[in-house]
C-alpha cells in the first residue's frame, strides 16, 4: 500500500500527529514537498528521511505479489517531473578530504530533458593519477572553476520540488549535504530515490551486490567506457 513520507515518519515515531498536522498545513501554504517542509520545521533530519526512504521508497511495490511490474502507462511518466543528479568526486568519504570535481542535473519533464545543468567545481587538493585515468578531467577545468558554494543557487534552481533520482544516491547526497553545511547553508530537499534499487526491483532476477554504473552500462550494452565525465554519465543514466 502507498504510503507517503508523512505517514511513514509516522509511524516510525519520527514526529506526532499534531506535528503532521502543521507540516500538512505549512506544505499548503508554500507549495514544498511534505519531506522538505518536515526538515525544515526540525521535526526531522536529512538522514533520518534518507534512512526512511532506504527501507521503504515510495513506489507501488508488493513482494507478497508474484513478479509485480512496477511501471508507469506512458500517461503517468508525461506527468512526472523529476531532477536526476550525478556527480564524479575524487574520493569516496567527504568527511576523509573526497571532493566533488564535476556536477551534473538533468531537469525531467515525464521522458523528456528540459534542462541539463553541469558544471566543474573547484578542488583543494590535485588529482591523482589514478582519478585522471578514470575520468576526462583536466586538472586546470577545476583550478578555474567556481566553488561549491557559488553554484548552490543553480542546484536550487533544478531540483525545486522535484524528487530527486540518482545512481547511488546515498553517496551523492552525502557530498552534498557536506558541501551545504561547509557553506553553511541548510539542505532541506528529502524527496530521494536511488535509481539501483529501482532496477533490481524491476529485474528481481538480477546479481545482488554493489554494481557501478560502469557495470550498468554494460549490463545494457551502453558505450560508457573510461575516461568518462559528467555529461557521459548522465547519458548513461538517462539510457538506462
Not at 32 to 39: H, I, R
Not at 52 to 70: G, H
Not at 87 to 98: C, H, K, L, V, W
Not at 115 to 137: A, G
Amino acid at each position: 500500500m502507498y504510503k507517503n513520507i508523512g505517514q511513514l515518519c509516522l509511524e516510525k515515531g519520527l514526529i506526532s500527529e499534531i506535528q503532521l498536522k502543521l507540516a500538512l498545513e505549512h506544505q499548503k501554504k508554500t507549495g514544498l514537498l511534505l519531506g522538505a517542509v518536515l526538515v525544515k520545521l526540525g521535526y526531522v533530519t536529512n538522514q533520518e528521511i534518507m534512512a526512511l526512504l532506504s527501507e521503504q521508497r515510495e513506489w507501488y511495490y508488493n513482494e507478497s505479489q508474484k513478479q509485480e511490474e512496477v511501471s508507469m502507462q506512458e500517461d503517468e511518466l508525461a506527468k512526472l517531473h523529476i531532477a536526476v543528479i550525478d556527480i564524479i568526486t575524487t574520493g569516496i568519504n567527504p568527511d576523509s578530504g573526497a571532493e566533488i570535481a564535476q556536477l551534473g542535473i538533468l531537469s525531467l519533464d515525464g521522458t523528456e530533458v528540459q534542462e541539463r545543468f553541469i558544471t566543474n567545481i573547484k578542488t583543494k587538493k590535485p588529482l591523482t593519477d589514478s582519478f585522471k585515468i578514470l575520468y576526462k578531467i583536466k586538472e586546470q577545468d577545476l583550478t578555474s572553476a567556481k566553488d561549491f558554494k557559488e553554484i548552490i543557487p543553480s542546484i536550487a534552481k533544478y531540483i525545486a520540488n522535484k524528487p530527486i533520482f540518482a545512481f547511488n544516491i546515498q553517496s551523492v547526497i552525502n557530498f552534498i549535504i557536506h558541501n551545504y553545511e561547509k557553506a553553511r547553508i541548510p539542505f532541506t530537499h528529502s524527496e530521494f530515490y536511488d535509481l539501483l534499487t529501482i532496477w533490481r526491483r524491476l529485474h528481481t532476477n538480477a546479481a545482488t551486490g554493489y554494481l557501478s554504473l560502469l557495470q550498468m552500462a554494460k549490463e545494457y550494452q551502453y558505450p560508457l567506457a573510461k575516461p568518462y565525465n559528467i555529461n557521459d554519465s548522465l547519458n548513461a543514466i538517462l539510457y538506462i
